[in-house]
C-alpha cells in the first residue's frame, strides 16, 4: 500500500502545474479517494492539497532564484492564472514576493518531497479484531467541536463534564450491541480531516432502539466490518490518538484486504486516573485485494 500511495504522489513531481487530482491519485494507488484522503493526512500531517501546494511553490521558488524564465511563465507553468495570484501565493508560503525573492536572492521556504516507508517495530504489535455489524443508530448528545490531534480536546471535554450523570446513565441504558456502554463518537466533515475542522461529536449508545430521547440526536449506521484496536492502559488521551496514526502506517498497509469507508469512529473507553483501556472501532470496507 505505501509503495502504490509514493507513486501516486510522483503525479506532483510529473506534473506540477497540473489540477490536483486526487481522485486520480487514488486510483493510482488501488484505493478510494476515502481512504487515499485519510491515510495521506493521518501519515503526513497536513492534507493532500496542502502539500501540492507547498511541492509546487518550493519547485517554483528554486525557479525564481534561478532567474531563467519569465515570473509570468513560472506562474503559468506551476498552475496559476496570473501573475498576480501567483505573487499571492508566494509570499503566503516564502514571506516575500517573487519579485523581490529574484533581486534580492532571498533564502526561501522548502517543502521536502514526502516517501512514506513502513518501519517495523516489535513494541508496535496491537491486537485487534474484524467484526460484522448489521444496521444499528447511535444515540446521544451531539455538540460541534473541533478536530484536534494531540492532546486535550477542551470543547469536547467540557461538553462531556456539562452532560450530567443521569445522561450518561440514559446512554448506558439504551445500549444493547457492540460496543457495549457509552461510547464517544465522532463524524468528520472535512474530507482532509484538517486540524482544527469540524466534526459532530457524539456521547451515544450502539443501539437498535427506535425512539430518541429528548435532548438526544440519532445516526443511523450502515451495515458493514469494523476493524475494533484494542488498547489497555495507554496514556490519555495521547496514547488513544496515536492508534489512528498506527492504524495508517501499519495496520492498513499490513492487511491490503481492507481499507477505510465513511462512517464515524467510535471509542469506547474506561479511565483509570490518567490511563485508559478499551477499543478503538473504525468502519472499513473489502477492497478485493
Known sequence: ????????????????????????MARAALTSEHHFRRMFSTLSGMPISEYVRRRRLTLAGAEVIEGRRTLLDIAVRYGYGSAEAFGRAFRAMHGIGPGEARRTGAALGSQSRLTFHLTVEGNTAMRY???????????????RVPLVYEGVNR?????VKGLGADVHRRIEELSDQEPHGGLAVTVAHDPDQREGSDVDYYQAAATSAAEVPEGMEALDVPAGPWVAFRFDRVGFPEGVQRIWVYAYSEWFPSNPAYRIRQGPAMVKAEYDGDTATGEVWMPVERTGA
Open 129 to 143: 479484531r474484524i467484526v460484522e455489524k448489521d444496521a444499528f443508530r447511535l444515540i446521544g448528545p451531539k455538540a
Open 155 to 159: 470543547p469536547m471535554t467540557e461538553f
Open 1 to 24: 500500500m505505501l509503495d502504490r500511495l509514493n507513486e501516486a504522489l510522483e503525479q506532483v513531481e510529473e506534473d506540477p502545474g497540473g489540477p490536483v487530482d486526487v481522485a486520480a
